[in-house]
């Protein structure tokens, strides 16, 4: 291969990569643009179907709990035969429709098979996406890639544009004409997944004979999961889940009917998290893109501690709103434990499966069970009992990340260089 074919071929790895992360942000970023609808439309569902706490903490679960099955099936599927794409479109259009459905139902049962059924169809979204996504990074781009695809891309959609969006349709129509125009968004995403996107990069096809060594060995389940960092990983994303998904389900409510905010002045607040998830969404990652992940994750855990807390004590609205900006951080750490980490510790005929067991054991713990008790304490208790919940996971976090070995490939190479210099002195 002459200098210049390689260059060419550079450059076309390279426009894909960029052309992958804009179609795999919307796709993610509109899977979270439907998670979080329920959250903020609960205050206007609640005079109709009159939900308790538990009963929302329920609804958040059952999603959970569908996407962690559905994660972790989808993942050992794509690994065994080998393909992503048509797994992602199929997930894409079926999300669309059940969530699009949740406005077709009279009650409380309904809605839960409604949350059920679109939970099975978004667990398959992420596993495929990052999958899709790292095979197709530069290596100095890869931890700033997977944030943007899985934090930055649910911040901005799901965190700014939901709440700003789904309480206007609430205001002005009602909210079942909100979720009816989730689907809308879902379908010309998946066309153009279908059209633009690649069963292979560009990037893995110049290395195809190393990559069809790597899938040539199949790696067995029980394997991944001797893999210090991958079992870490996982208790990390039951902890970090319990802190998301509780905050997410609980703070619109707490602020409307805790501290007396005005819905207008909830998704406000609630904005301030979406500009935060956004921000740090691809900003962690891209940190510890140099000064580790190991670092990055201590870090940023200490300060998502607080944020819960300051939904508690905090009663400016404008404080509250600028001290989220500033401890909003997990969503960063997400793309870390989720993928980056599993990313540069599994082979790559494993990634899949690895990704979607993480993903489903902490939907399964945190998203599943973690709001339902969230829920049942806050009726016992009251609606702050969620929040030390949410607190408490991350500092579990915290002491869970001193067991990780750092995977950073730049920070990996400073200390083998180190070692030498070190001998030599």
């Known amino acids: 291969m002459t200098a210049t074919t390689a260059a060419a071929g550079s450059r076309t790895a390279d426009r894909y990569e960029n052309r992958l992360l804009v179609i795999l942000f919307l796709s993610f970023g509109f899977v979270f643009f439907d998670r979080q609808a329920l959250s903020f439309l609960a205050p206007y569902m609640d005079a109709e179907f009159g939900l308790s706490n538990a009963q929302l903490g329920t609804l958040s679960g059952v999603l959970a709990l569908t996407w962690a099955l559905a994660g972790m099936f989808a993942g050992r599927l794509s690994d065994a035969l080998?393909?992503?794409?048509?797994?992602?479109?199929?997930?894409?259009?079926?999300?669309?429709?059940?969530?699009?459905?949740?406005?077709?139902?009279?009650?409380?049962?309904?809605?839960?098979?409604?949350?059920?059924?679109?939970?099975?169809?978004?667990?398959?979204?992420?596993?495929?996406?990052?999958?899709?996504?790292?095979?197709?990074?530069?290596?100095?781009?890869?931890?700033?890639?997977?944030?943007?695809?899985?934090?930055?891309?649910?911040?901005?959609?799901?965190?700014?544009?939901?709440?700003l969006a789904v309480v206007w349709i609430a205001e002005t129509w009602n909210w079942r004409v909100a979720f009816y125009v989730t689907i809308i968004p879902g379908l010309i995403?998946?066309?153009?997944?279908?059209?633009?996107?690649?069963e292979k990069s560009p990037r893995t096809l110049a290395e195809a004979p190393r990559e069809q060594r790597a899938a040539a060995v199949k790696v067995p389940l029980r394997e991944v999961l001797k893999l210090?960092?991958?079992?870490?990983?996982?208790?990390?994303?039951?902890?970090?889940?319990?802190?998301?998904?509780?905050?997410?389900?609980?703070?619109?409510?707490?602020?409307?009917?805790?501290?007396?905010?005005?819905?207008?002045?909830?998704?406000?607040?609630?904005?301030?998290?979406?500009?935060?998830?956004?921000?740090?969404g691809f900003a962690t990652p891209a940190i510890s893109d140099r000064i580790g992940r190991k670092p990055a994750l201590i870090g940023f855990t200490v300060l998502a501690v607080c944020c819960p807390l300051a939904v508690v004590y905090v009663e400016s609205p404008v404080l509250l709103g600028a001290i989220m900006l500033v401890t909003y951080t997990g969503l960063g750490c997400?793309?870390?434990?989720?993928?980056?980490?599993?990313?540069?510790?599994?082979?790559?005929?494993?990634?899949?499966?690895?990704?979607?067991?993480?993903?489903?054991?902490?939907?399964?713990?945190?998203?599943?069970?973690?709001?339902?008790?969230?829920?049942?304490?806050?009726?016992?208790?009251?609606?702050?009992?969620?929040?030390?919940?949410?607190?408490?996971?991350?500092?579990?976090?915290?002491?869970?990340?001193?067991?990780?070995?750092?995977?950073?490939p730049a920070v990996l190479r400073r200390r083998a260089a180190a070692v030498p210099a070190e001998s030599a002195a």
């Open 82 to 163: 080998g393909r992503r794409k048509p797994i992602l479109v199929a997930a894409v259009v079926l999300f669309s429709l059940f969530s699009a459905s949740s406005g077709l139902m009279g009650g409380f049962a309904g809605l839960l098979a409604a949350r059920a059924l679109m939970g099975t169809a978004e667990g398959a979204v992420l596993p495929m996406a990052q999958s899709l996504m790292v095979e197709a990074s530069r290596e100095s781009r890869r931890g700033f890639n997977m944030g943007l695809l899985q934090g930055s891309s649910a911040g901005l959609l799901g965190g700014i544009v939901a709440p």
């Open 334 to 408: 997400f793309t870390l434990f989720m993928a980056t980490i599993p990313a540069e510790t599994v082979p790559r005929a494993a990634l899949a499966t690895a990704l979607g067991v993480i993903m489903g054991v902490g939907e399964l713990a945190g998203g599943f069970l973690g709001p339902m008790v969230a829920g049942w304490a806050s009726d016992q208790w009251g609606l702050q009992s969620a929040m030390f919940i949410a607190a408490g996971g991350a500092v579990a976090v915290v002491a869970l990340c001193f067991a990780l070995k750092e995977t950073a």
């Open 189 to 198: 995403v998946a066309a153009l997944i279908w059209r633009f996107v690649r």
């Open 228 to 280: 210090r960092n991958i079992v870490v990983c996982m208790l990390i994303a039951c902890c970090y889940l319990t802190w998301f998904v509780t905050i997410i389900t609980f703070t619109p409510t707490y602020l409307t009917e805790v501290k007396g905010f005005d819905p207008g002045t909830m998704s406000g607040v609630m904005t301030c998290l979406g500009v935060a998830w956004v921000l740090w």
